[in-house]
């Protein structure tokens, strides 16, 4: 019997360097969960698109004419190009495969084909791009490439939506450059990590003086929470001070 477990609390070593545990998890738990792609801000106008991707899937979501944001397998129905190769950016009112042309509505529709001769056979309304199950919960969007099956992000959140209204996720928008960084870590070191703070007094002391007298780990039914308040202490750091005033300048509403 393969050991998953150490002193009952800890996953054994394997499990984070196991290559077949990853493929294993990105089928059953990845494909098949809410995942946080975006937020609204991202998408602003008709025609805004951005890109996600997850292991083997790709999606793209994109603002259509009416409003909506809708997400599609980023794969052309031709030849499966990318019909959006970029992370981010505006396509105008049609997306264009960059391959041999076909272009599609926003909501999906293929609408044309260069040189539609050397295809007699092509029905367009069943060559739509393929949708993927999208659900926007507080301005953020999210996806699931295999299907939602009834389960939604409201419900999976719900016990948290009332603590988190008053900050009027929605409205927030970007104030700086996104951040990318792709690090060679296994997923679940993150978890582990982001699951408690109690290395945060030691591992990240101005992190600890900006909220750490109150900082507590806790659940909300199985939904696992961290608060924190910060307050108006003075700062040792300059980090904390600049911080501390931007966050009180942005939130000083509800405190
Ligand atoms: S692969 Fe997209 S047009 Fe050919």
């Keep these: 019997m393969v050991e998953t477990r150490r002193n009952g609390l800890m996953l054994a070593p394997w499990t984070y360097t196991s290559e077949e545990l990853c493929e294993l998890e990105i089928d059953h738990i990845f494909r098949h969960q809410w995942l946080l792609a975006g937020h609204i801000s991202e998408l602003a106008q008709a025609g805004d698109y951005l890109t996600f991707n997850l292991a083997k899937e790709r999606a793209v979501l994109v603002r259509d004419e009416s409003g909506e944001i809708n997400a ?141 007298r109150d900082y507590c780990d806790s659940y909300l039914g199985n939904i696992p929470m961290s608060t924190g308040v910060v307050d108006d202490y003075p700062a040792r750091s300059w980090s904390v001070a600049r911080y501390n005033c931007g966050f009180i300048l942005v939130f000083s509403p509800i405190r």
């Design 72 to 212: 599609f397998h980023n794969v052309c129905r031709h030849r499966g190009s990318r019909v959006a190769p970029d992370r981010q950016g505006n396509c105008g009112h049609v997306l264009r495969c960059p391959f041999h042309g076909w272009t599609y509505e926003l909501n999906g529709t293929l609408k044309s084909v260069p040189r539609p001769q050397g295809f007699p056979d092509l029905k367009k309304n069943s060559n739509a791009l393929v949708p993927i199950d999208l659900e926007i919960w507080n301005g953020f969007i999210f996806i699931c490439f295999e299907g939602a099956q009834g389960r939604s992000v409201a419900n999976q959140f719900g016990g948290i939506s009332e603590k988190i209204r008053p900050y009027k996720l929605e409205e927030m928008v970007p104030c700086g450059a996104e951040y990318d960084e792709v690090v060679d870590y296994n997923w679940k070191f993150f978890h582990d990590v982001d699951n408690e703070g109690y290395h945060v007094p030691v591992a990240h002391p101005a992190l600890h003086e900006l909220y750490g």
